[in-house]
């Protein structure tokens, strides 16, 4: 069935004739109008009458705002905050469903964000614009979408509760009860797009008008230290807030782009962000292997990964580990993300020149025993590294490469010497991160032959283990998984390793040595086994098996 017009429906109903309707079209060629909102600029036609329109072509009901009041109990049910960011207003409940007054039937759409963000069922009724901003300034004390802009405009930020504050005071507040990583905050030419990463996948979760990017990015850039002023360069700072009683510090980028500046904020939760050995989910052999290993008293410990795979965080753990009133730990990083009590932590700052490697020089004068390295970059601060762990010092660090083996064949590239890379890196781990199934919807299933072979299993291997599959529910945003784990790939050296690297042996050849000796599991393997012991599904483990292979 073919939806009527707009204007067809406003003739039937008596609204307009025909004339005044050929007046709006031709008045509407070459503005950004709709035909109601044509009818309403030249005065043909009431703003009710559209919006009674509108309702009938979309097969909706139509609501007079003008007649009657919301109830309170109704009122409470939806945060001012919200109502002031989607410039919507709540009616009745009606069957578990709670109905919501919109202003254009293309918002419907909006409801399944809107019903998350509510964790309820919507429904939705037409309002004509006017009505609906007057409903919810008597209802919440708003002036309508528009007040936020507004009052940033205005240089309205000396009161707690400015609207472009509370914005952004909610949007972190989601975002911790989303457990989310990261808020990423996108300008386009319409709208202005946040989304979240929640174990490691970006999702939508709103968007705002576009005449809100200006005031919400200088309010982010206020409080991160950055140069407001600035929009042609990008900036890097750093936003300390306290949000449900918890002290957050949140690292923020700033990116020029075609519709303005892009924002990412990495959220650092000082309470959630320590983890301990246990939680990062080694297999019982490889676990038993790290320990032994970071117990060592010198030597290097490398670990590699892509950014966000979970490597400071593994080496915290390390850390926290180690950490004793007898053991001096000394760590270089940039930045420094989390606090450690009785771990002496030092900040790079490029700035005035105080990089890794002079850091690096000037801890090994304070006799630690324990040395972190953020990140060996470098040939100088390579060198340095590996000079510390020939002379007594036990050194962690991290680089960036696909696998365990490529790491000893970068170190070589760099510019050490193959011998000096034989005798001081004692192990190196690989790691990725993969989602954890929801334990509250997980589905008994049975994968394709073909998947099992993707990731390195059989038959044989899965007969008497049930696999699942991701369902998704209430409690994991219905995404089917809900928190995340590591995938390791733990080389550790032998005296056929150490021969391989100091005469300079391909990758391939030292991987090939490693795996026949028993020295490592590869990440594949190690994703293989999760699937097997019901910890995540074997999509999940394709999907990053692009670089584990």
Do not use: W
């Amino acid at each position: 069935m073919t939806r009527k017009l707009l204007g067809q429906i406003l003739v039937e109903m008596g609204a307009v004739d025909e004339q005044a309707l050929a007046k709006a079209l031709n008045y509407q060629k070459g503005k950004k109008l709709r035909v109601g909102e044509a009818l309403v600029a030249l005065g043909l036609c009431q703003e009710e009458q559209v919006a009674k329109a509108l309702a009938q072509q979309a097969q909706l009901p139509y609501v007079d705002l003008r007649k009657g009041k919301v109830p309170e109990p109704i009122i409470r049910l939806v945060p001012r905050q919200l109502v002031e960011e989607q410039n919507f207003l709540p009616l009745v409940e009606k069957k578990g469903k709670l109905i919501v007054a919109l202003d254009d039937p293309l918002r419907v759409f909006e409801l399944d964000n809107l019903g998350f963000l509510l964790n309820r069922e919507l429904g939705a009724a037409i309002a004509s614009p006017t009505a609906l901003k007057a409903a919810i300034r008597e209802a919440y004390g708003l002036g309508g979408a528009d007040e936020p802009a507004q009052a940033a405009a205005r240089g309205d930020d000396s009161a707690d509760d400015a609207p472009i504050i509370r914005l952004v005071q909610k949007m972190v507040e989601a975002a911790l009860e989303e457990r989310a990583s990261d808020i990423h905050v996108e300008p386009f030419a319409d709208r202005v797009r946040v989304r979240y990463r929640v174990d490691g996948v970006l999702a939508e979760r709103t968007s705002h008008p576009s005449h809100l990017h200006a005031p919400l990015l200088s309010r982010l850039k206020l409080m991160a230290n950055m140069d407001i002023a600035e929009k042609r360069k990008p900036q890097d700072g750093r936003i300390g807030m306290r949000v449900q009683g918890r002290d957050l510090d949140i690292r923020a980028s700033v990116l020029p782009a075609n519709h303005g500046e892009s924002m990412v904020m990495r959220i650092l939760d000082q309470e959630r962000g320590l983890v301990s050995l246990e939680e990062l989910g080694f297999d019982a052999a490889d676990y038993a292997r790290f320990r032994s290993i970071i117990r060592r008293p010198n030597g290097i410990f490398l670990v590699t990964g892509p950014t966000g795979s979970g490597k400071t965080t593994t080496l915290y753990a390390a850390l926290k580990e180690l950490n004793r009133p007898d053991v001096k730990i000394i760590t270089a990083e940039d930045p420094v993300e989390y606090q450690l009590e009785g771990i002496n932590q030092c900040q790079v700052r490029g700035k005035i020149g105080l990089d890794f490697a002079r850091i690096l020089r000037a801890m090994l004068r304070q006799a630690p025993n324990i040395i972190l390295v953020g990140e060996i970059r470098d040939r100088e601060t390579a060198e340095i590294a590996v000079q510390a762990a020939l002379t007594g010092h036990l050194v962690f660090s991290t680089l960036h490469t696909n696998d365990a083996p490529s790491a000893l064949t970068r170190l070589i590239d760099m510019g050490i010497k193959p011998f000096l890379v034989s005798a001081s890196v004692q192990a190196v781990m690989a790691q990725r991160l993969v989602r954890v199934l929801c334990p509250h919807c997980r589905q008994p299933h049975r994968p394709e032959e073909s998947e099992l072979r993707a990731i390195g299993l059989d038959a044989e291997a899965t007969r008497g283990r049930q696999l699942y599959r991701a369902e998704g529910c209430a409690r994991c945003d219905r995404t089917g998984f809900r928190g995340r784990v590591g995938v390791f790939e733990l080389l550790e050296m032998d005296s056929g390793l150490r021969e391989l690297v100091f005469q300079g042996a391909a990758t391939h050849v030292v991987r090939e040595r490693a795996r026949a000796s028993g020295r490592m599991t590869t990440l594949l393997e190690d994703g293989a086994r999760k699937v097997v012991n019901g910890t995540t599904t074997v999509p999940e483990i394709l999907r990053i098996a692009h670089s584990l292979e």
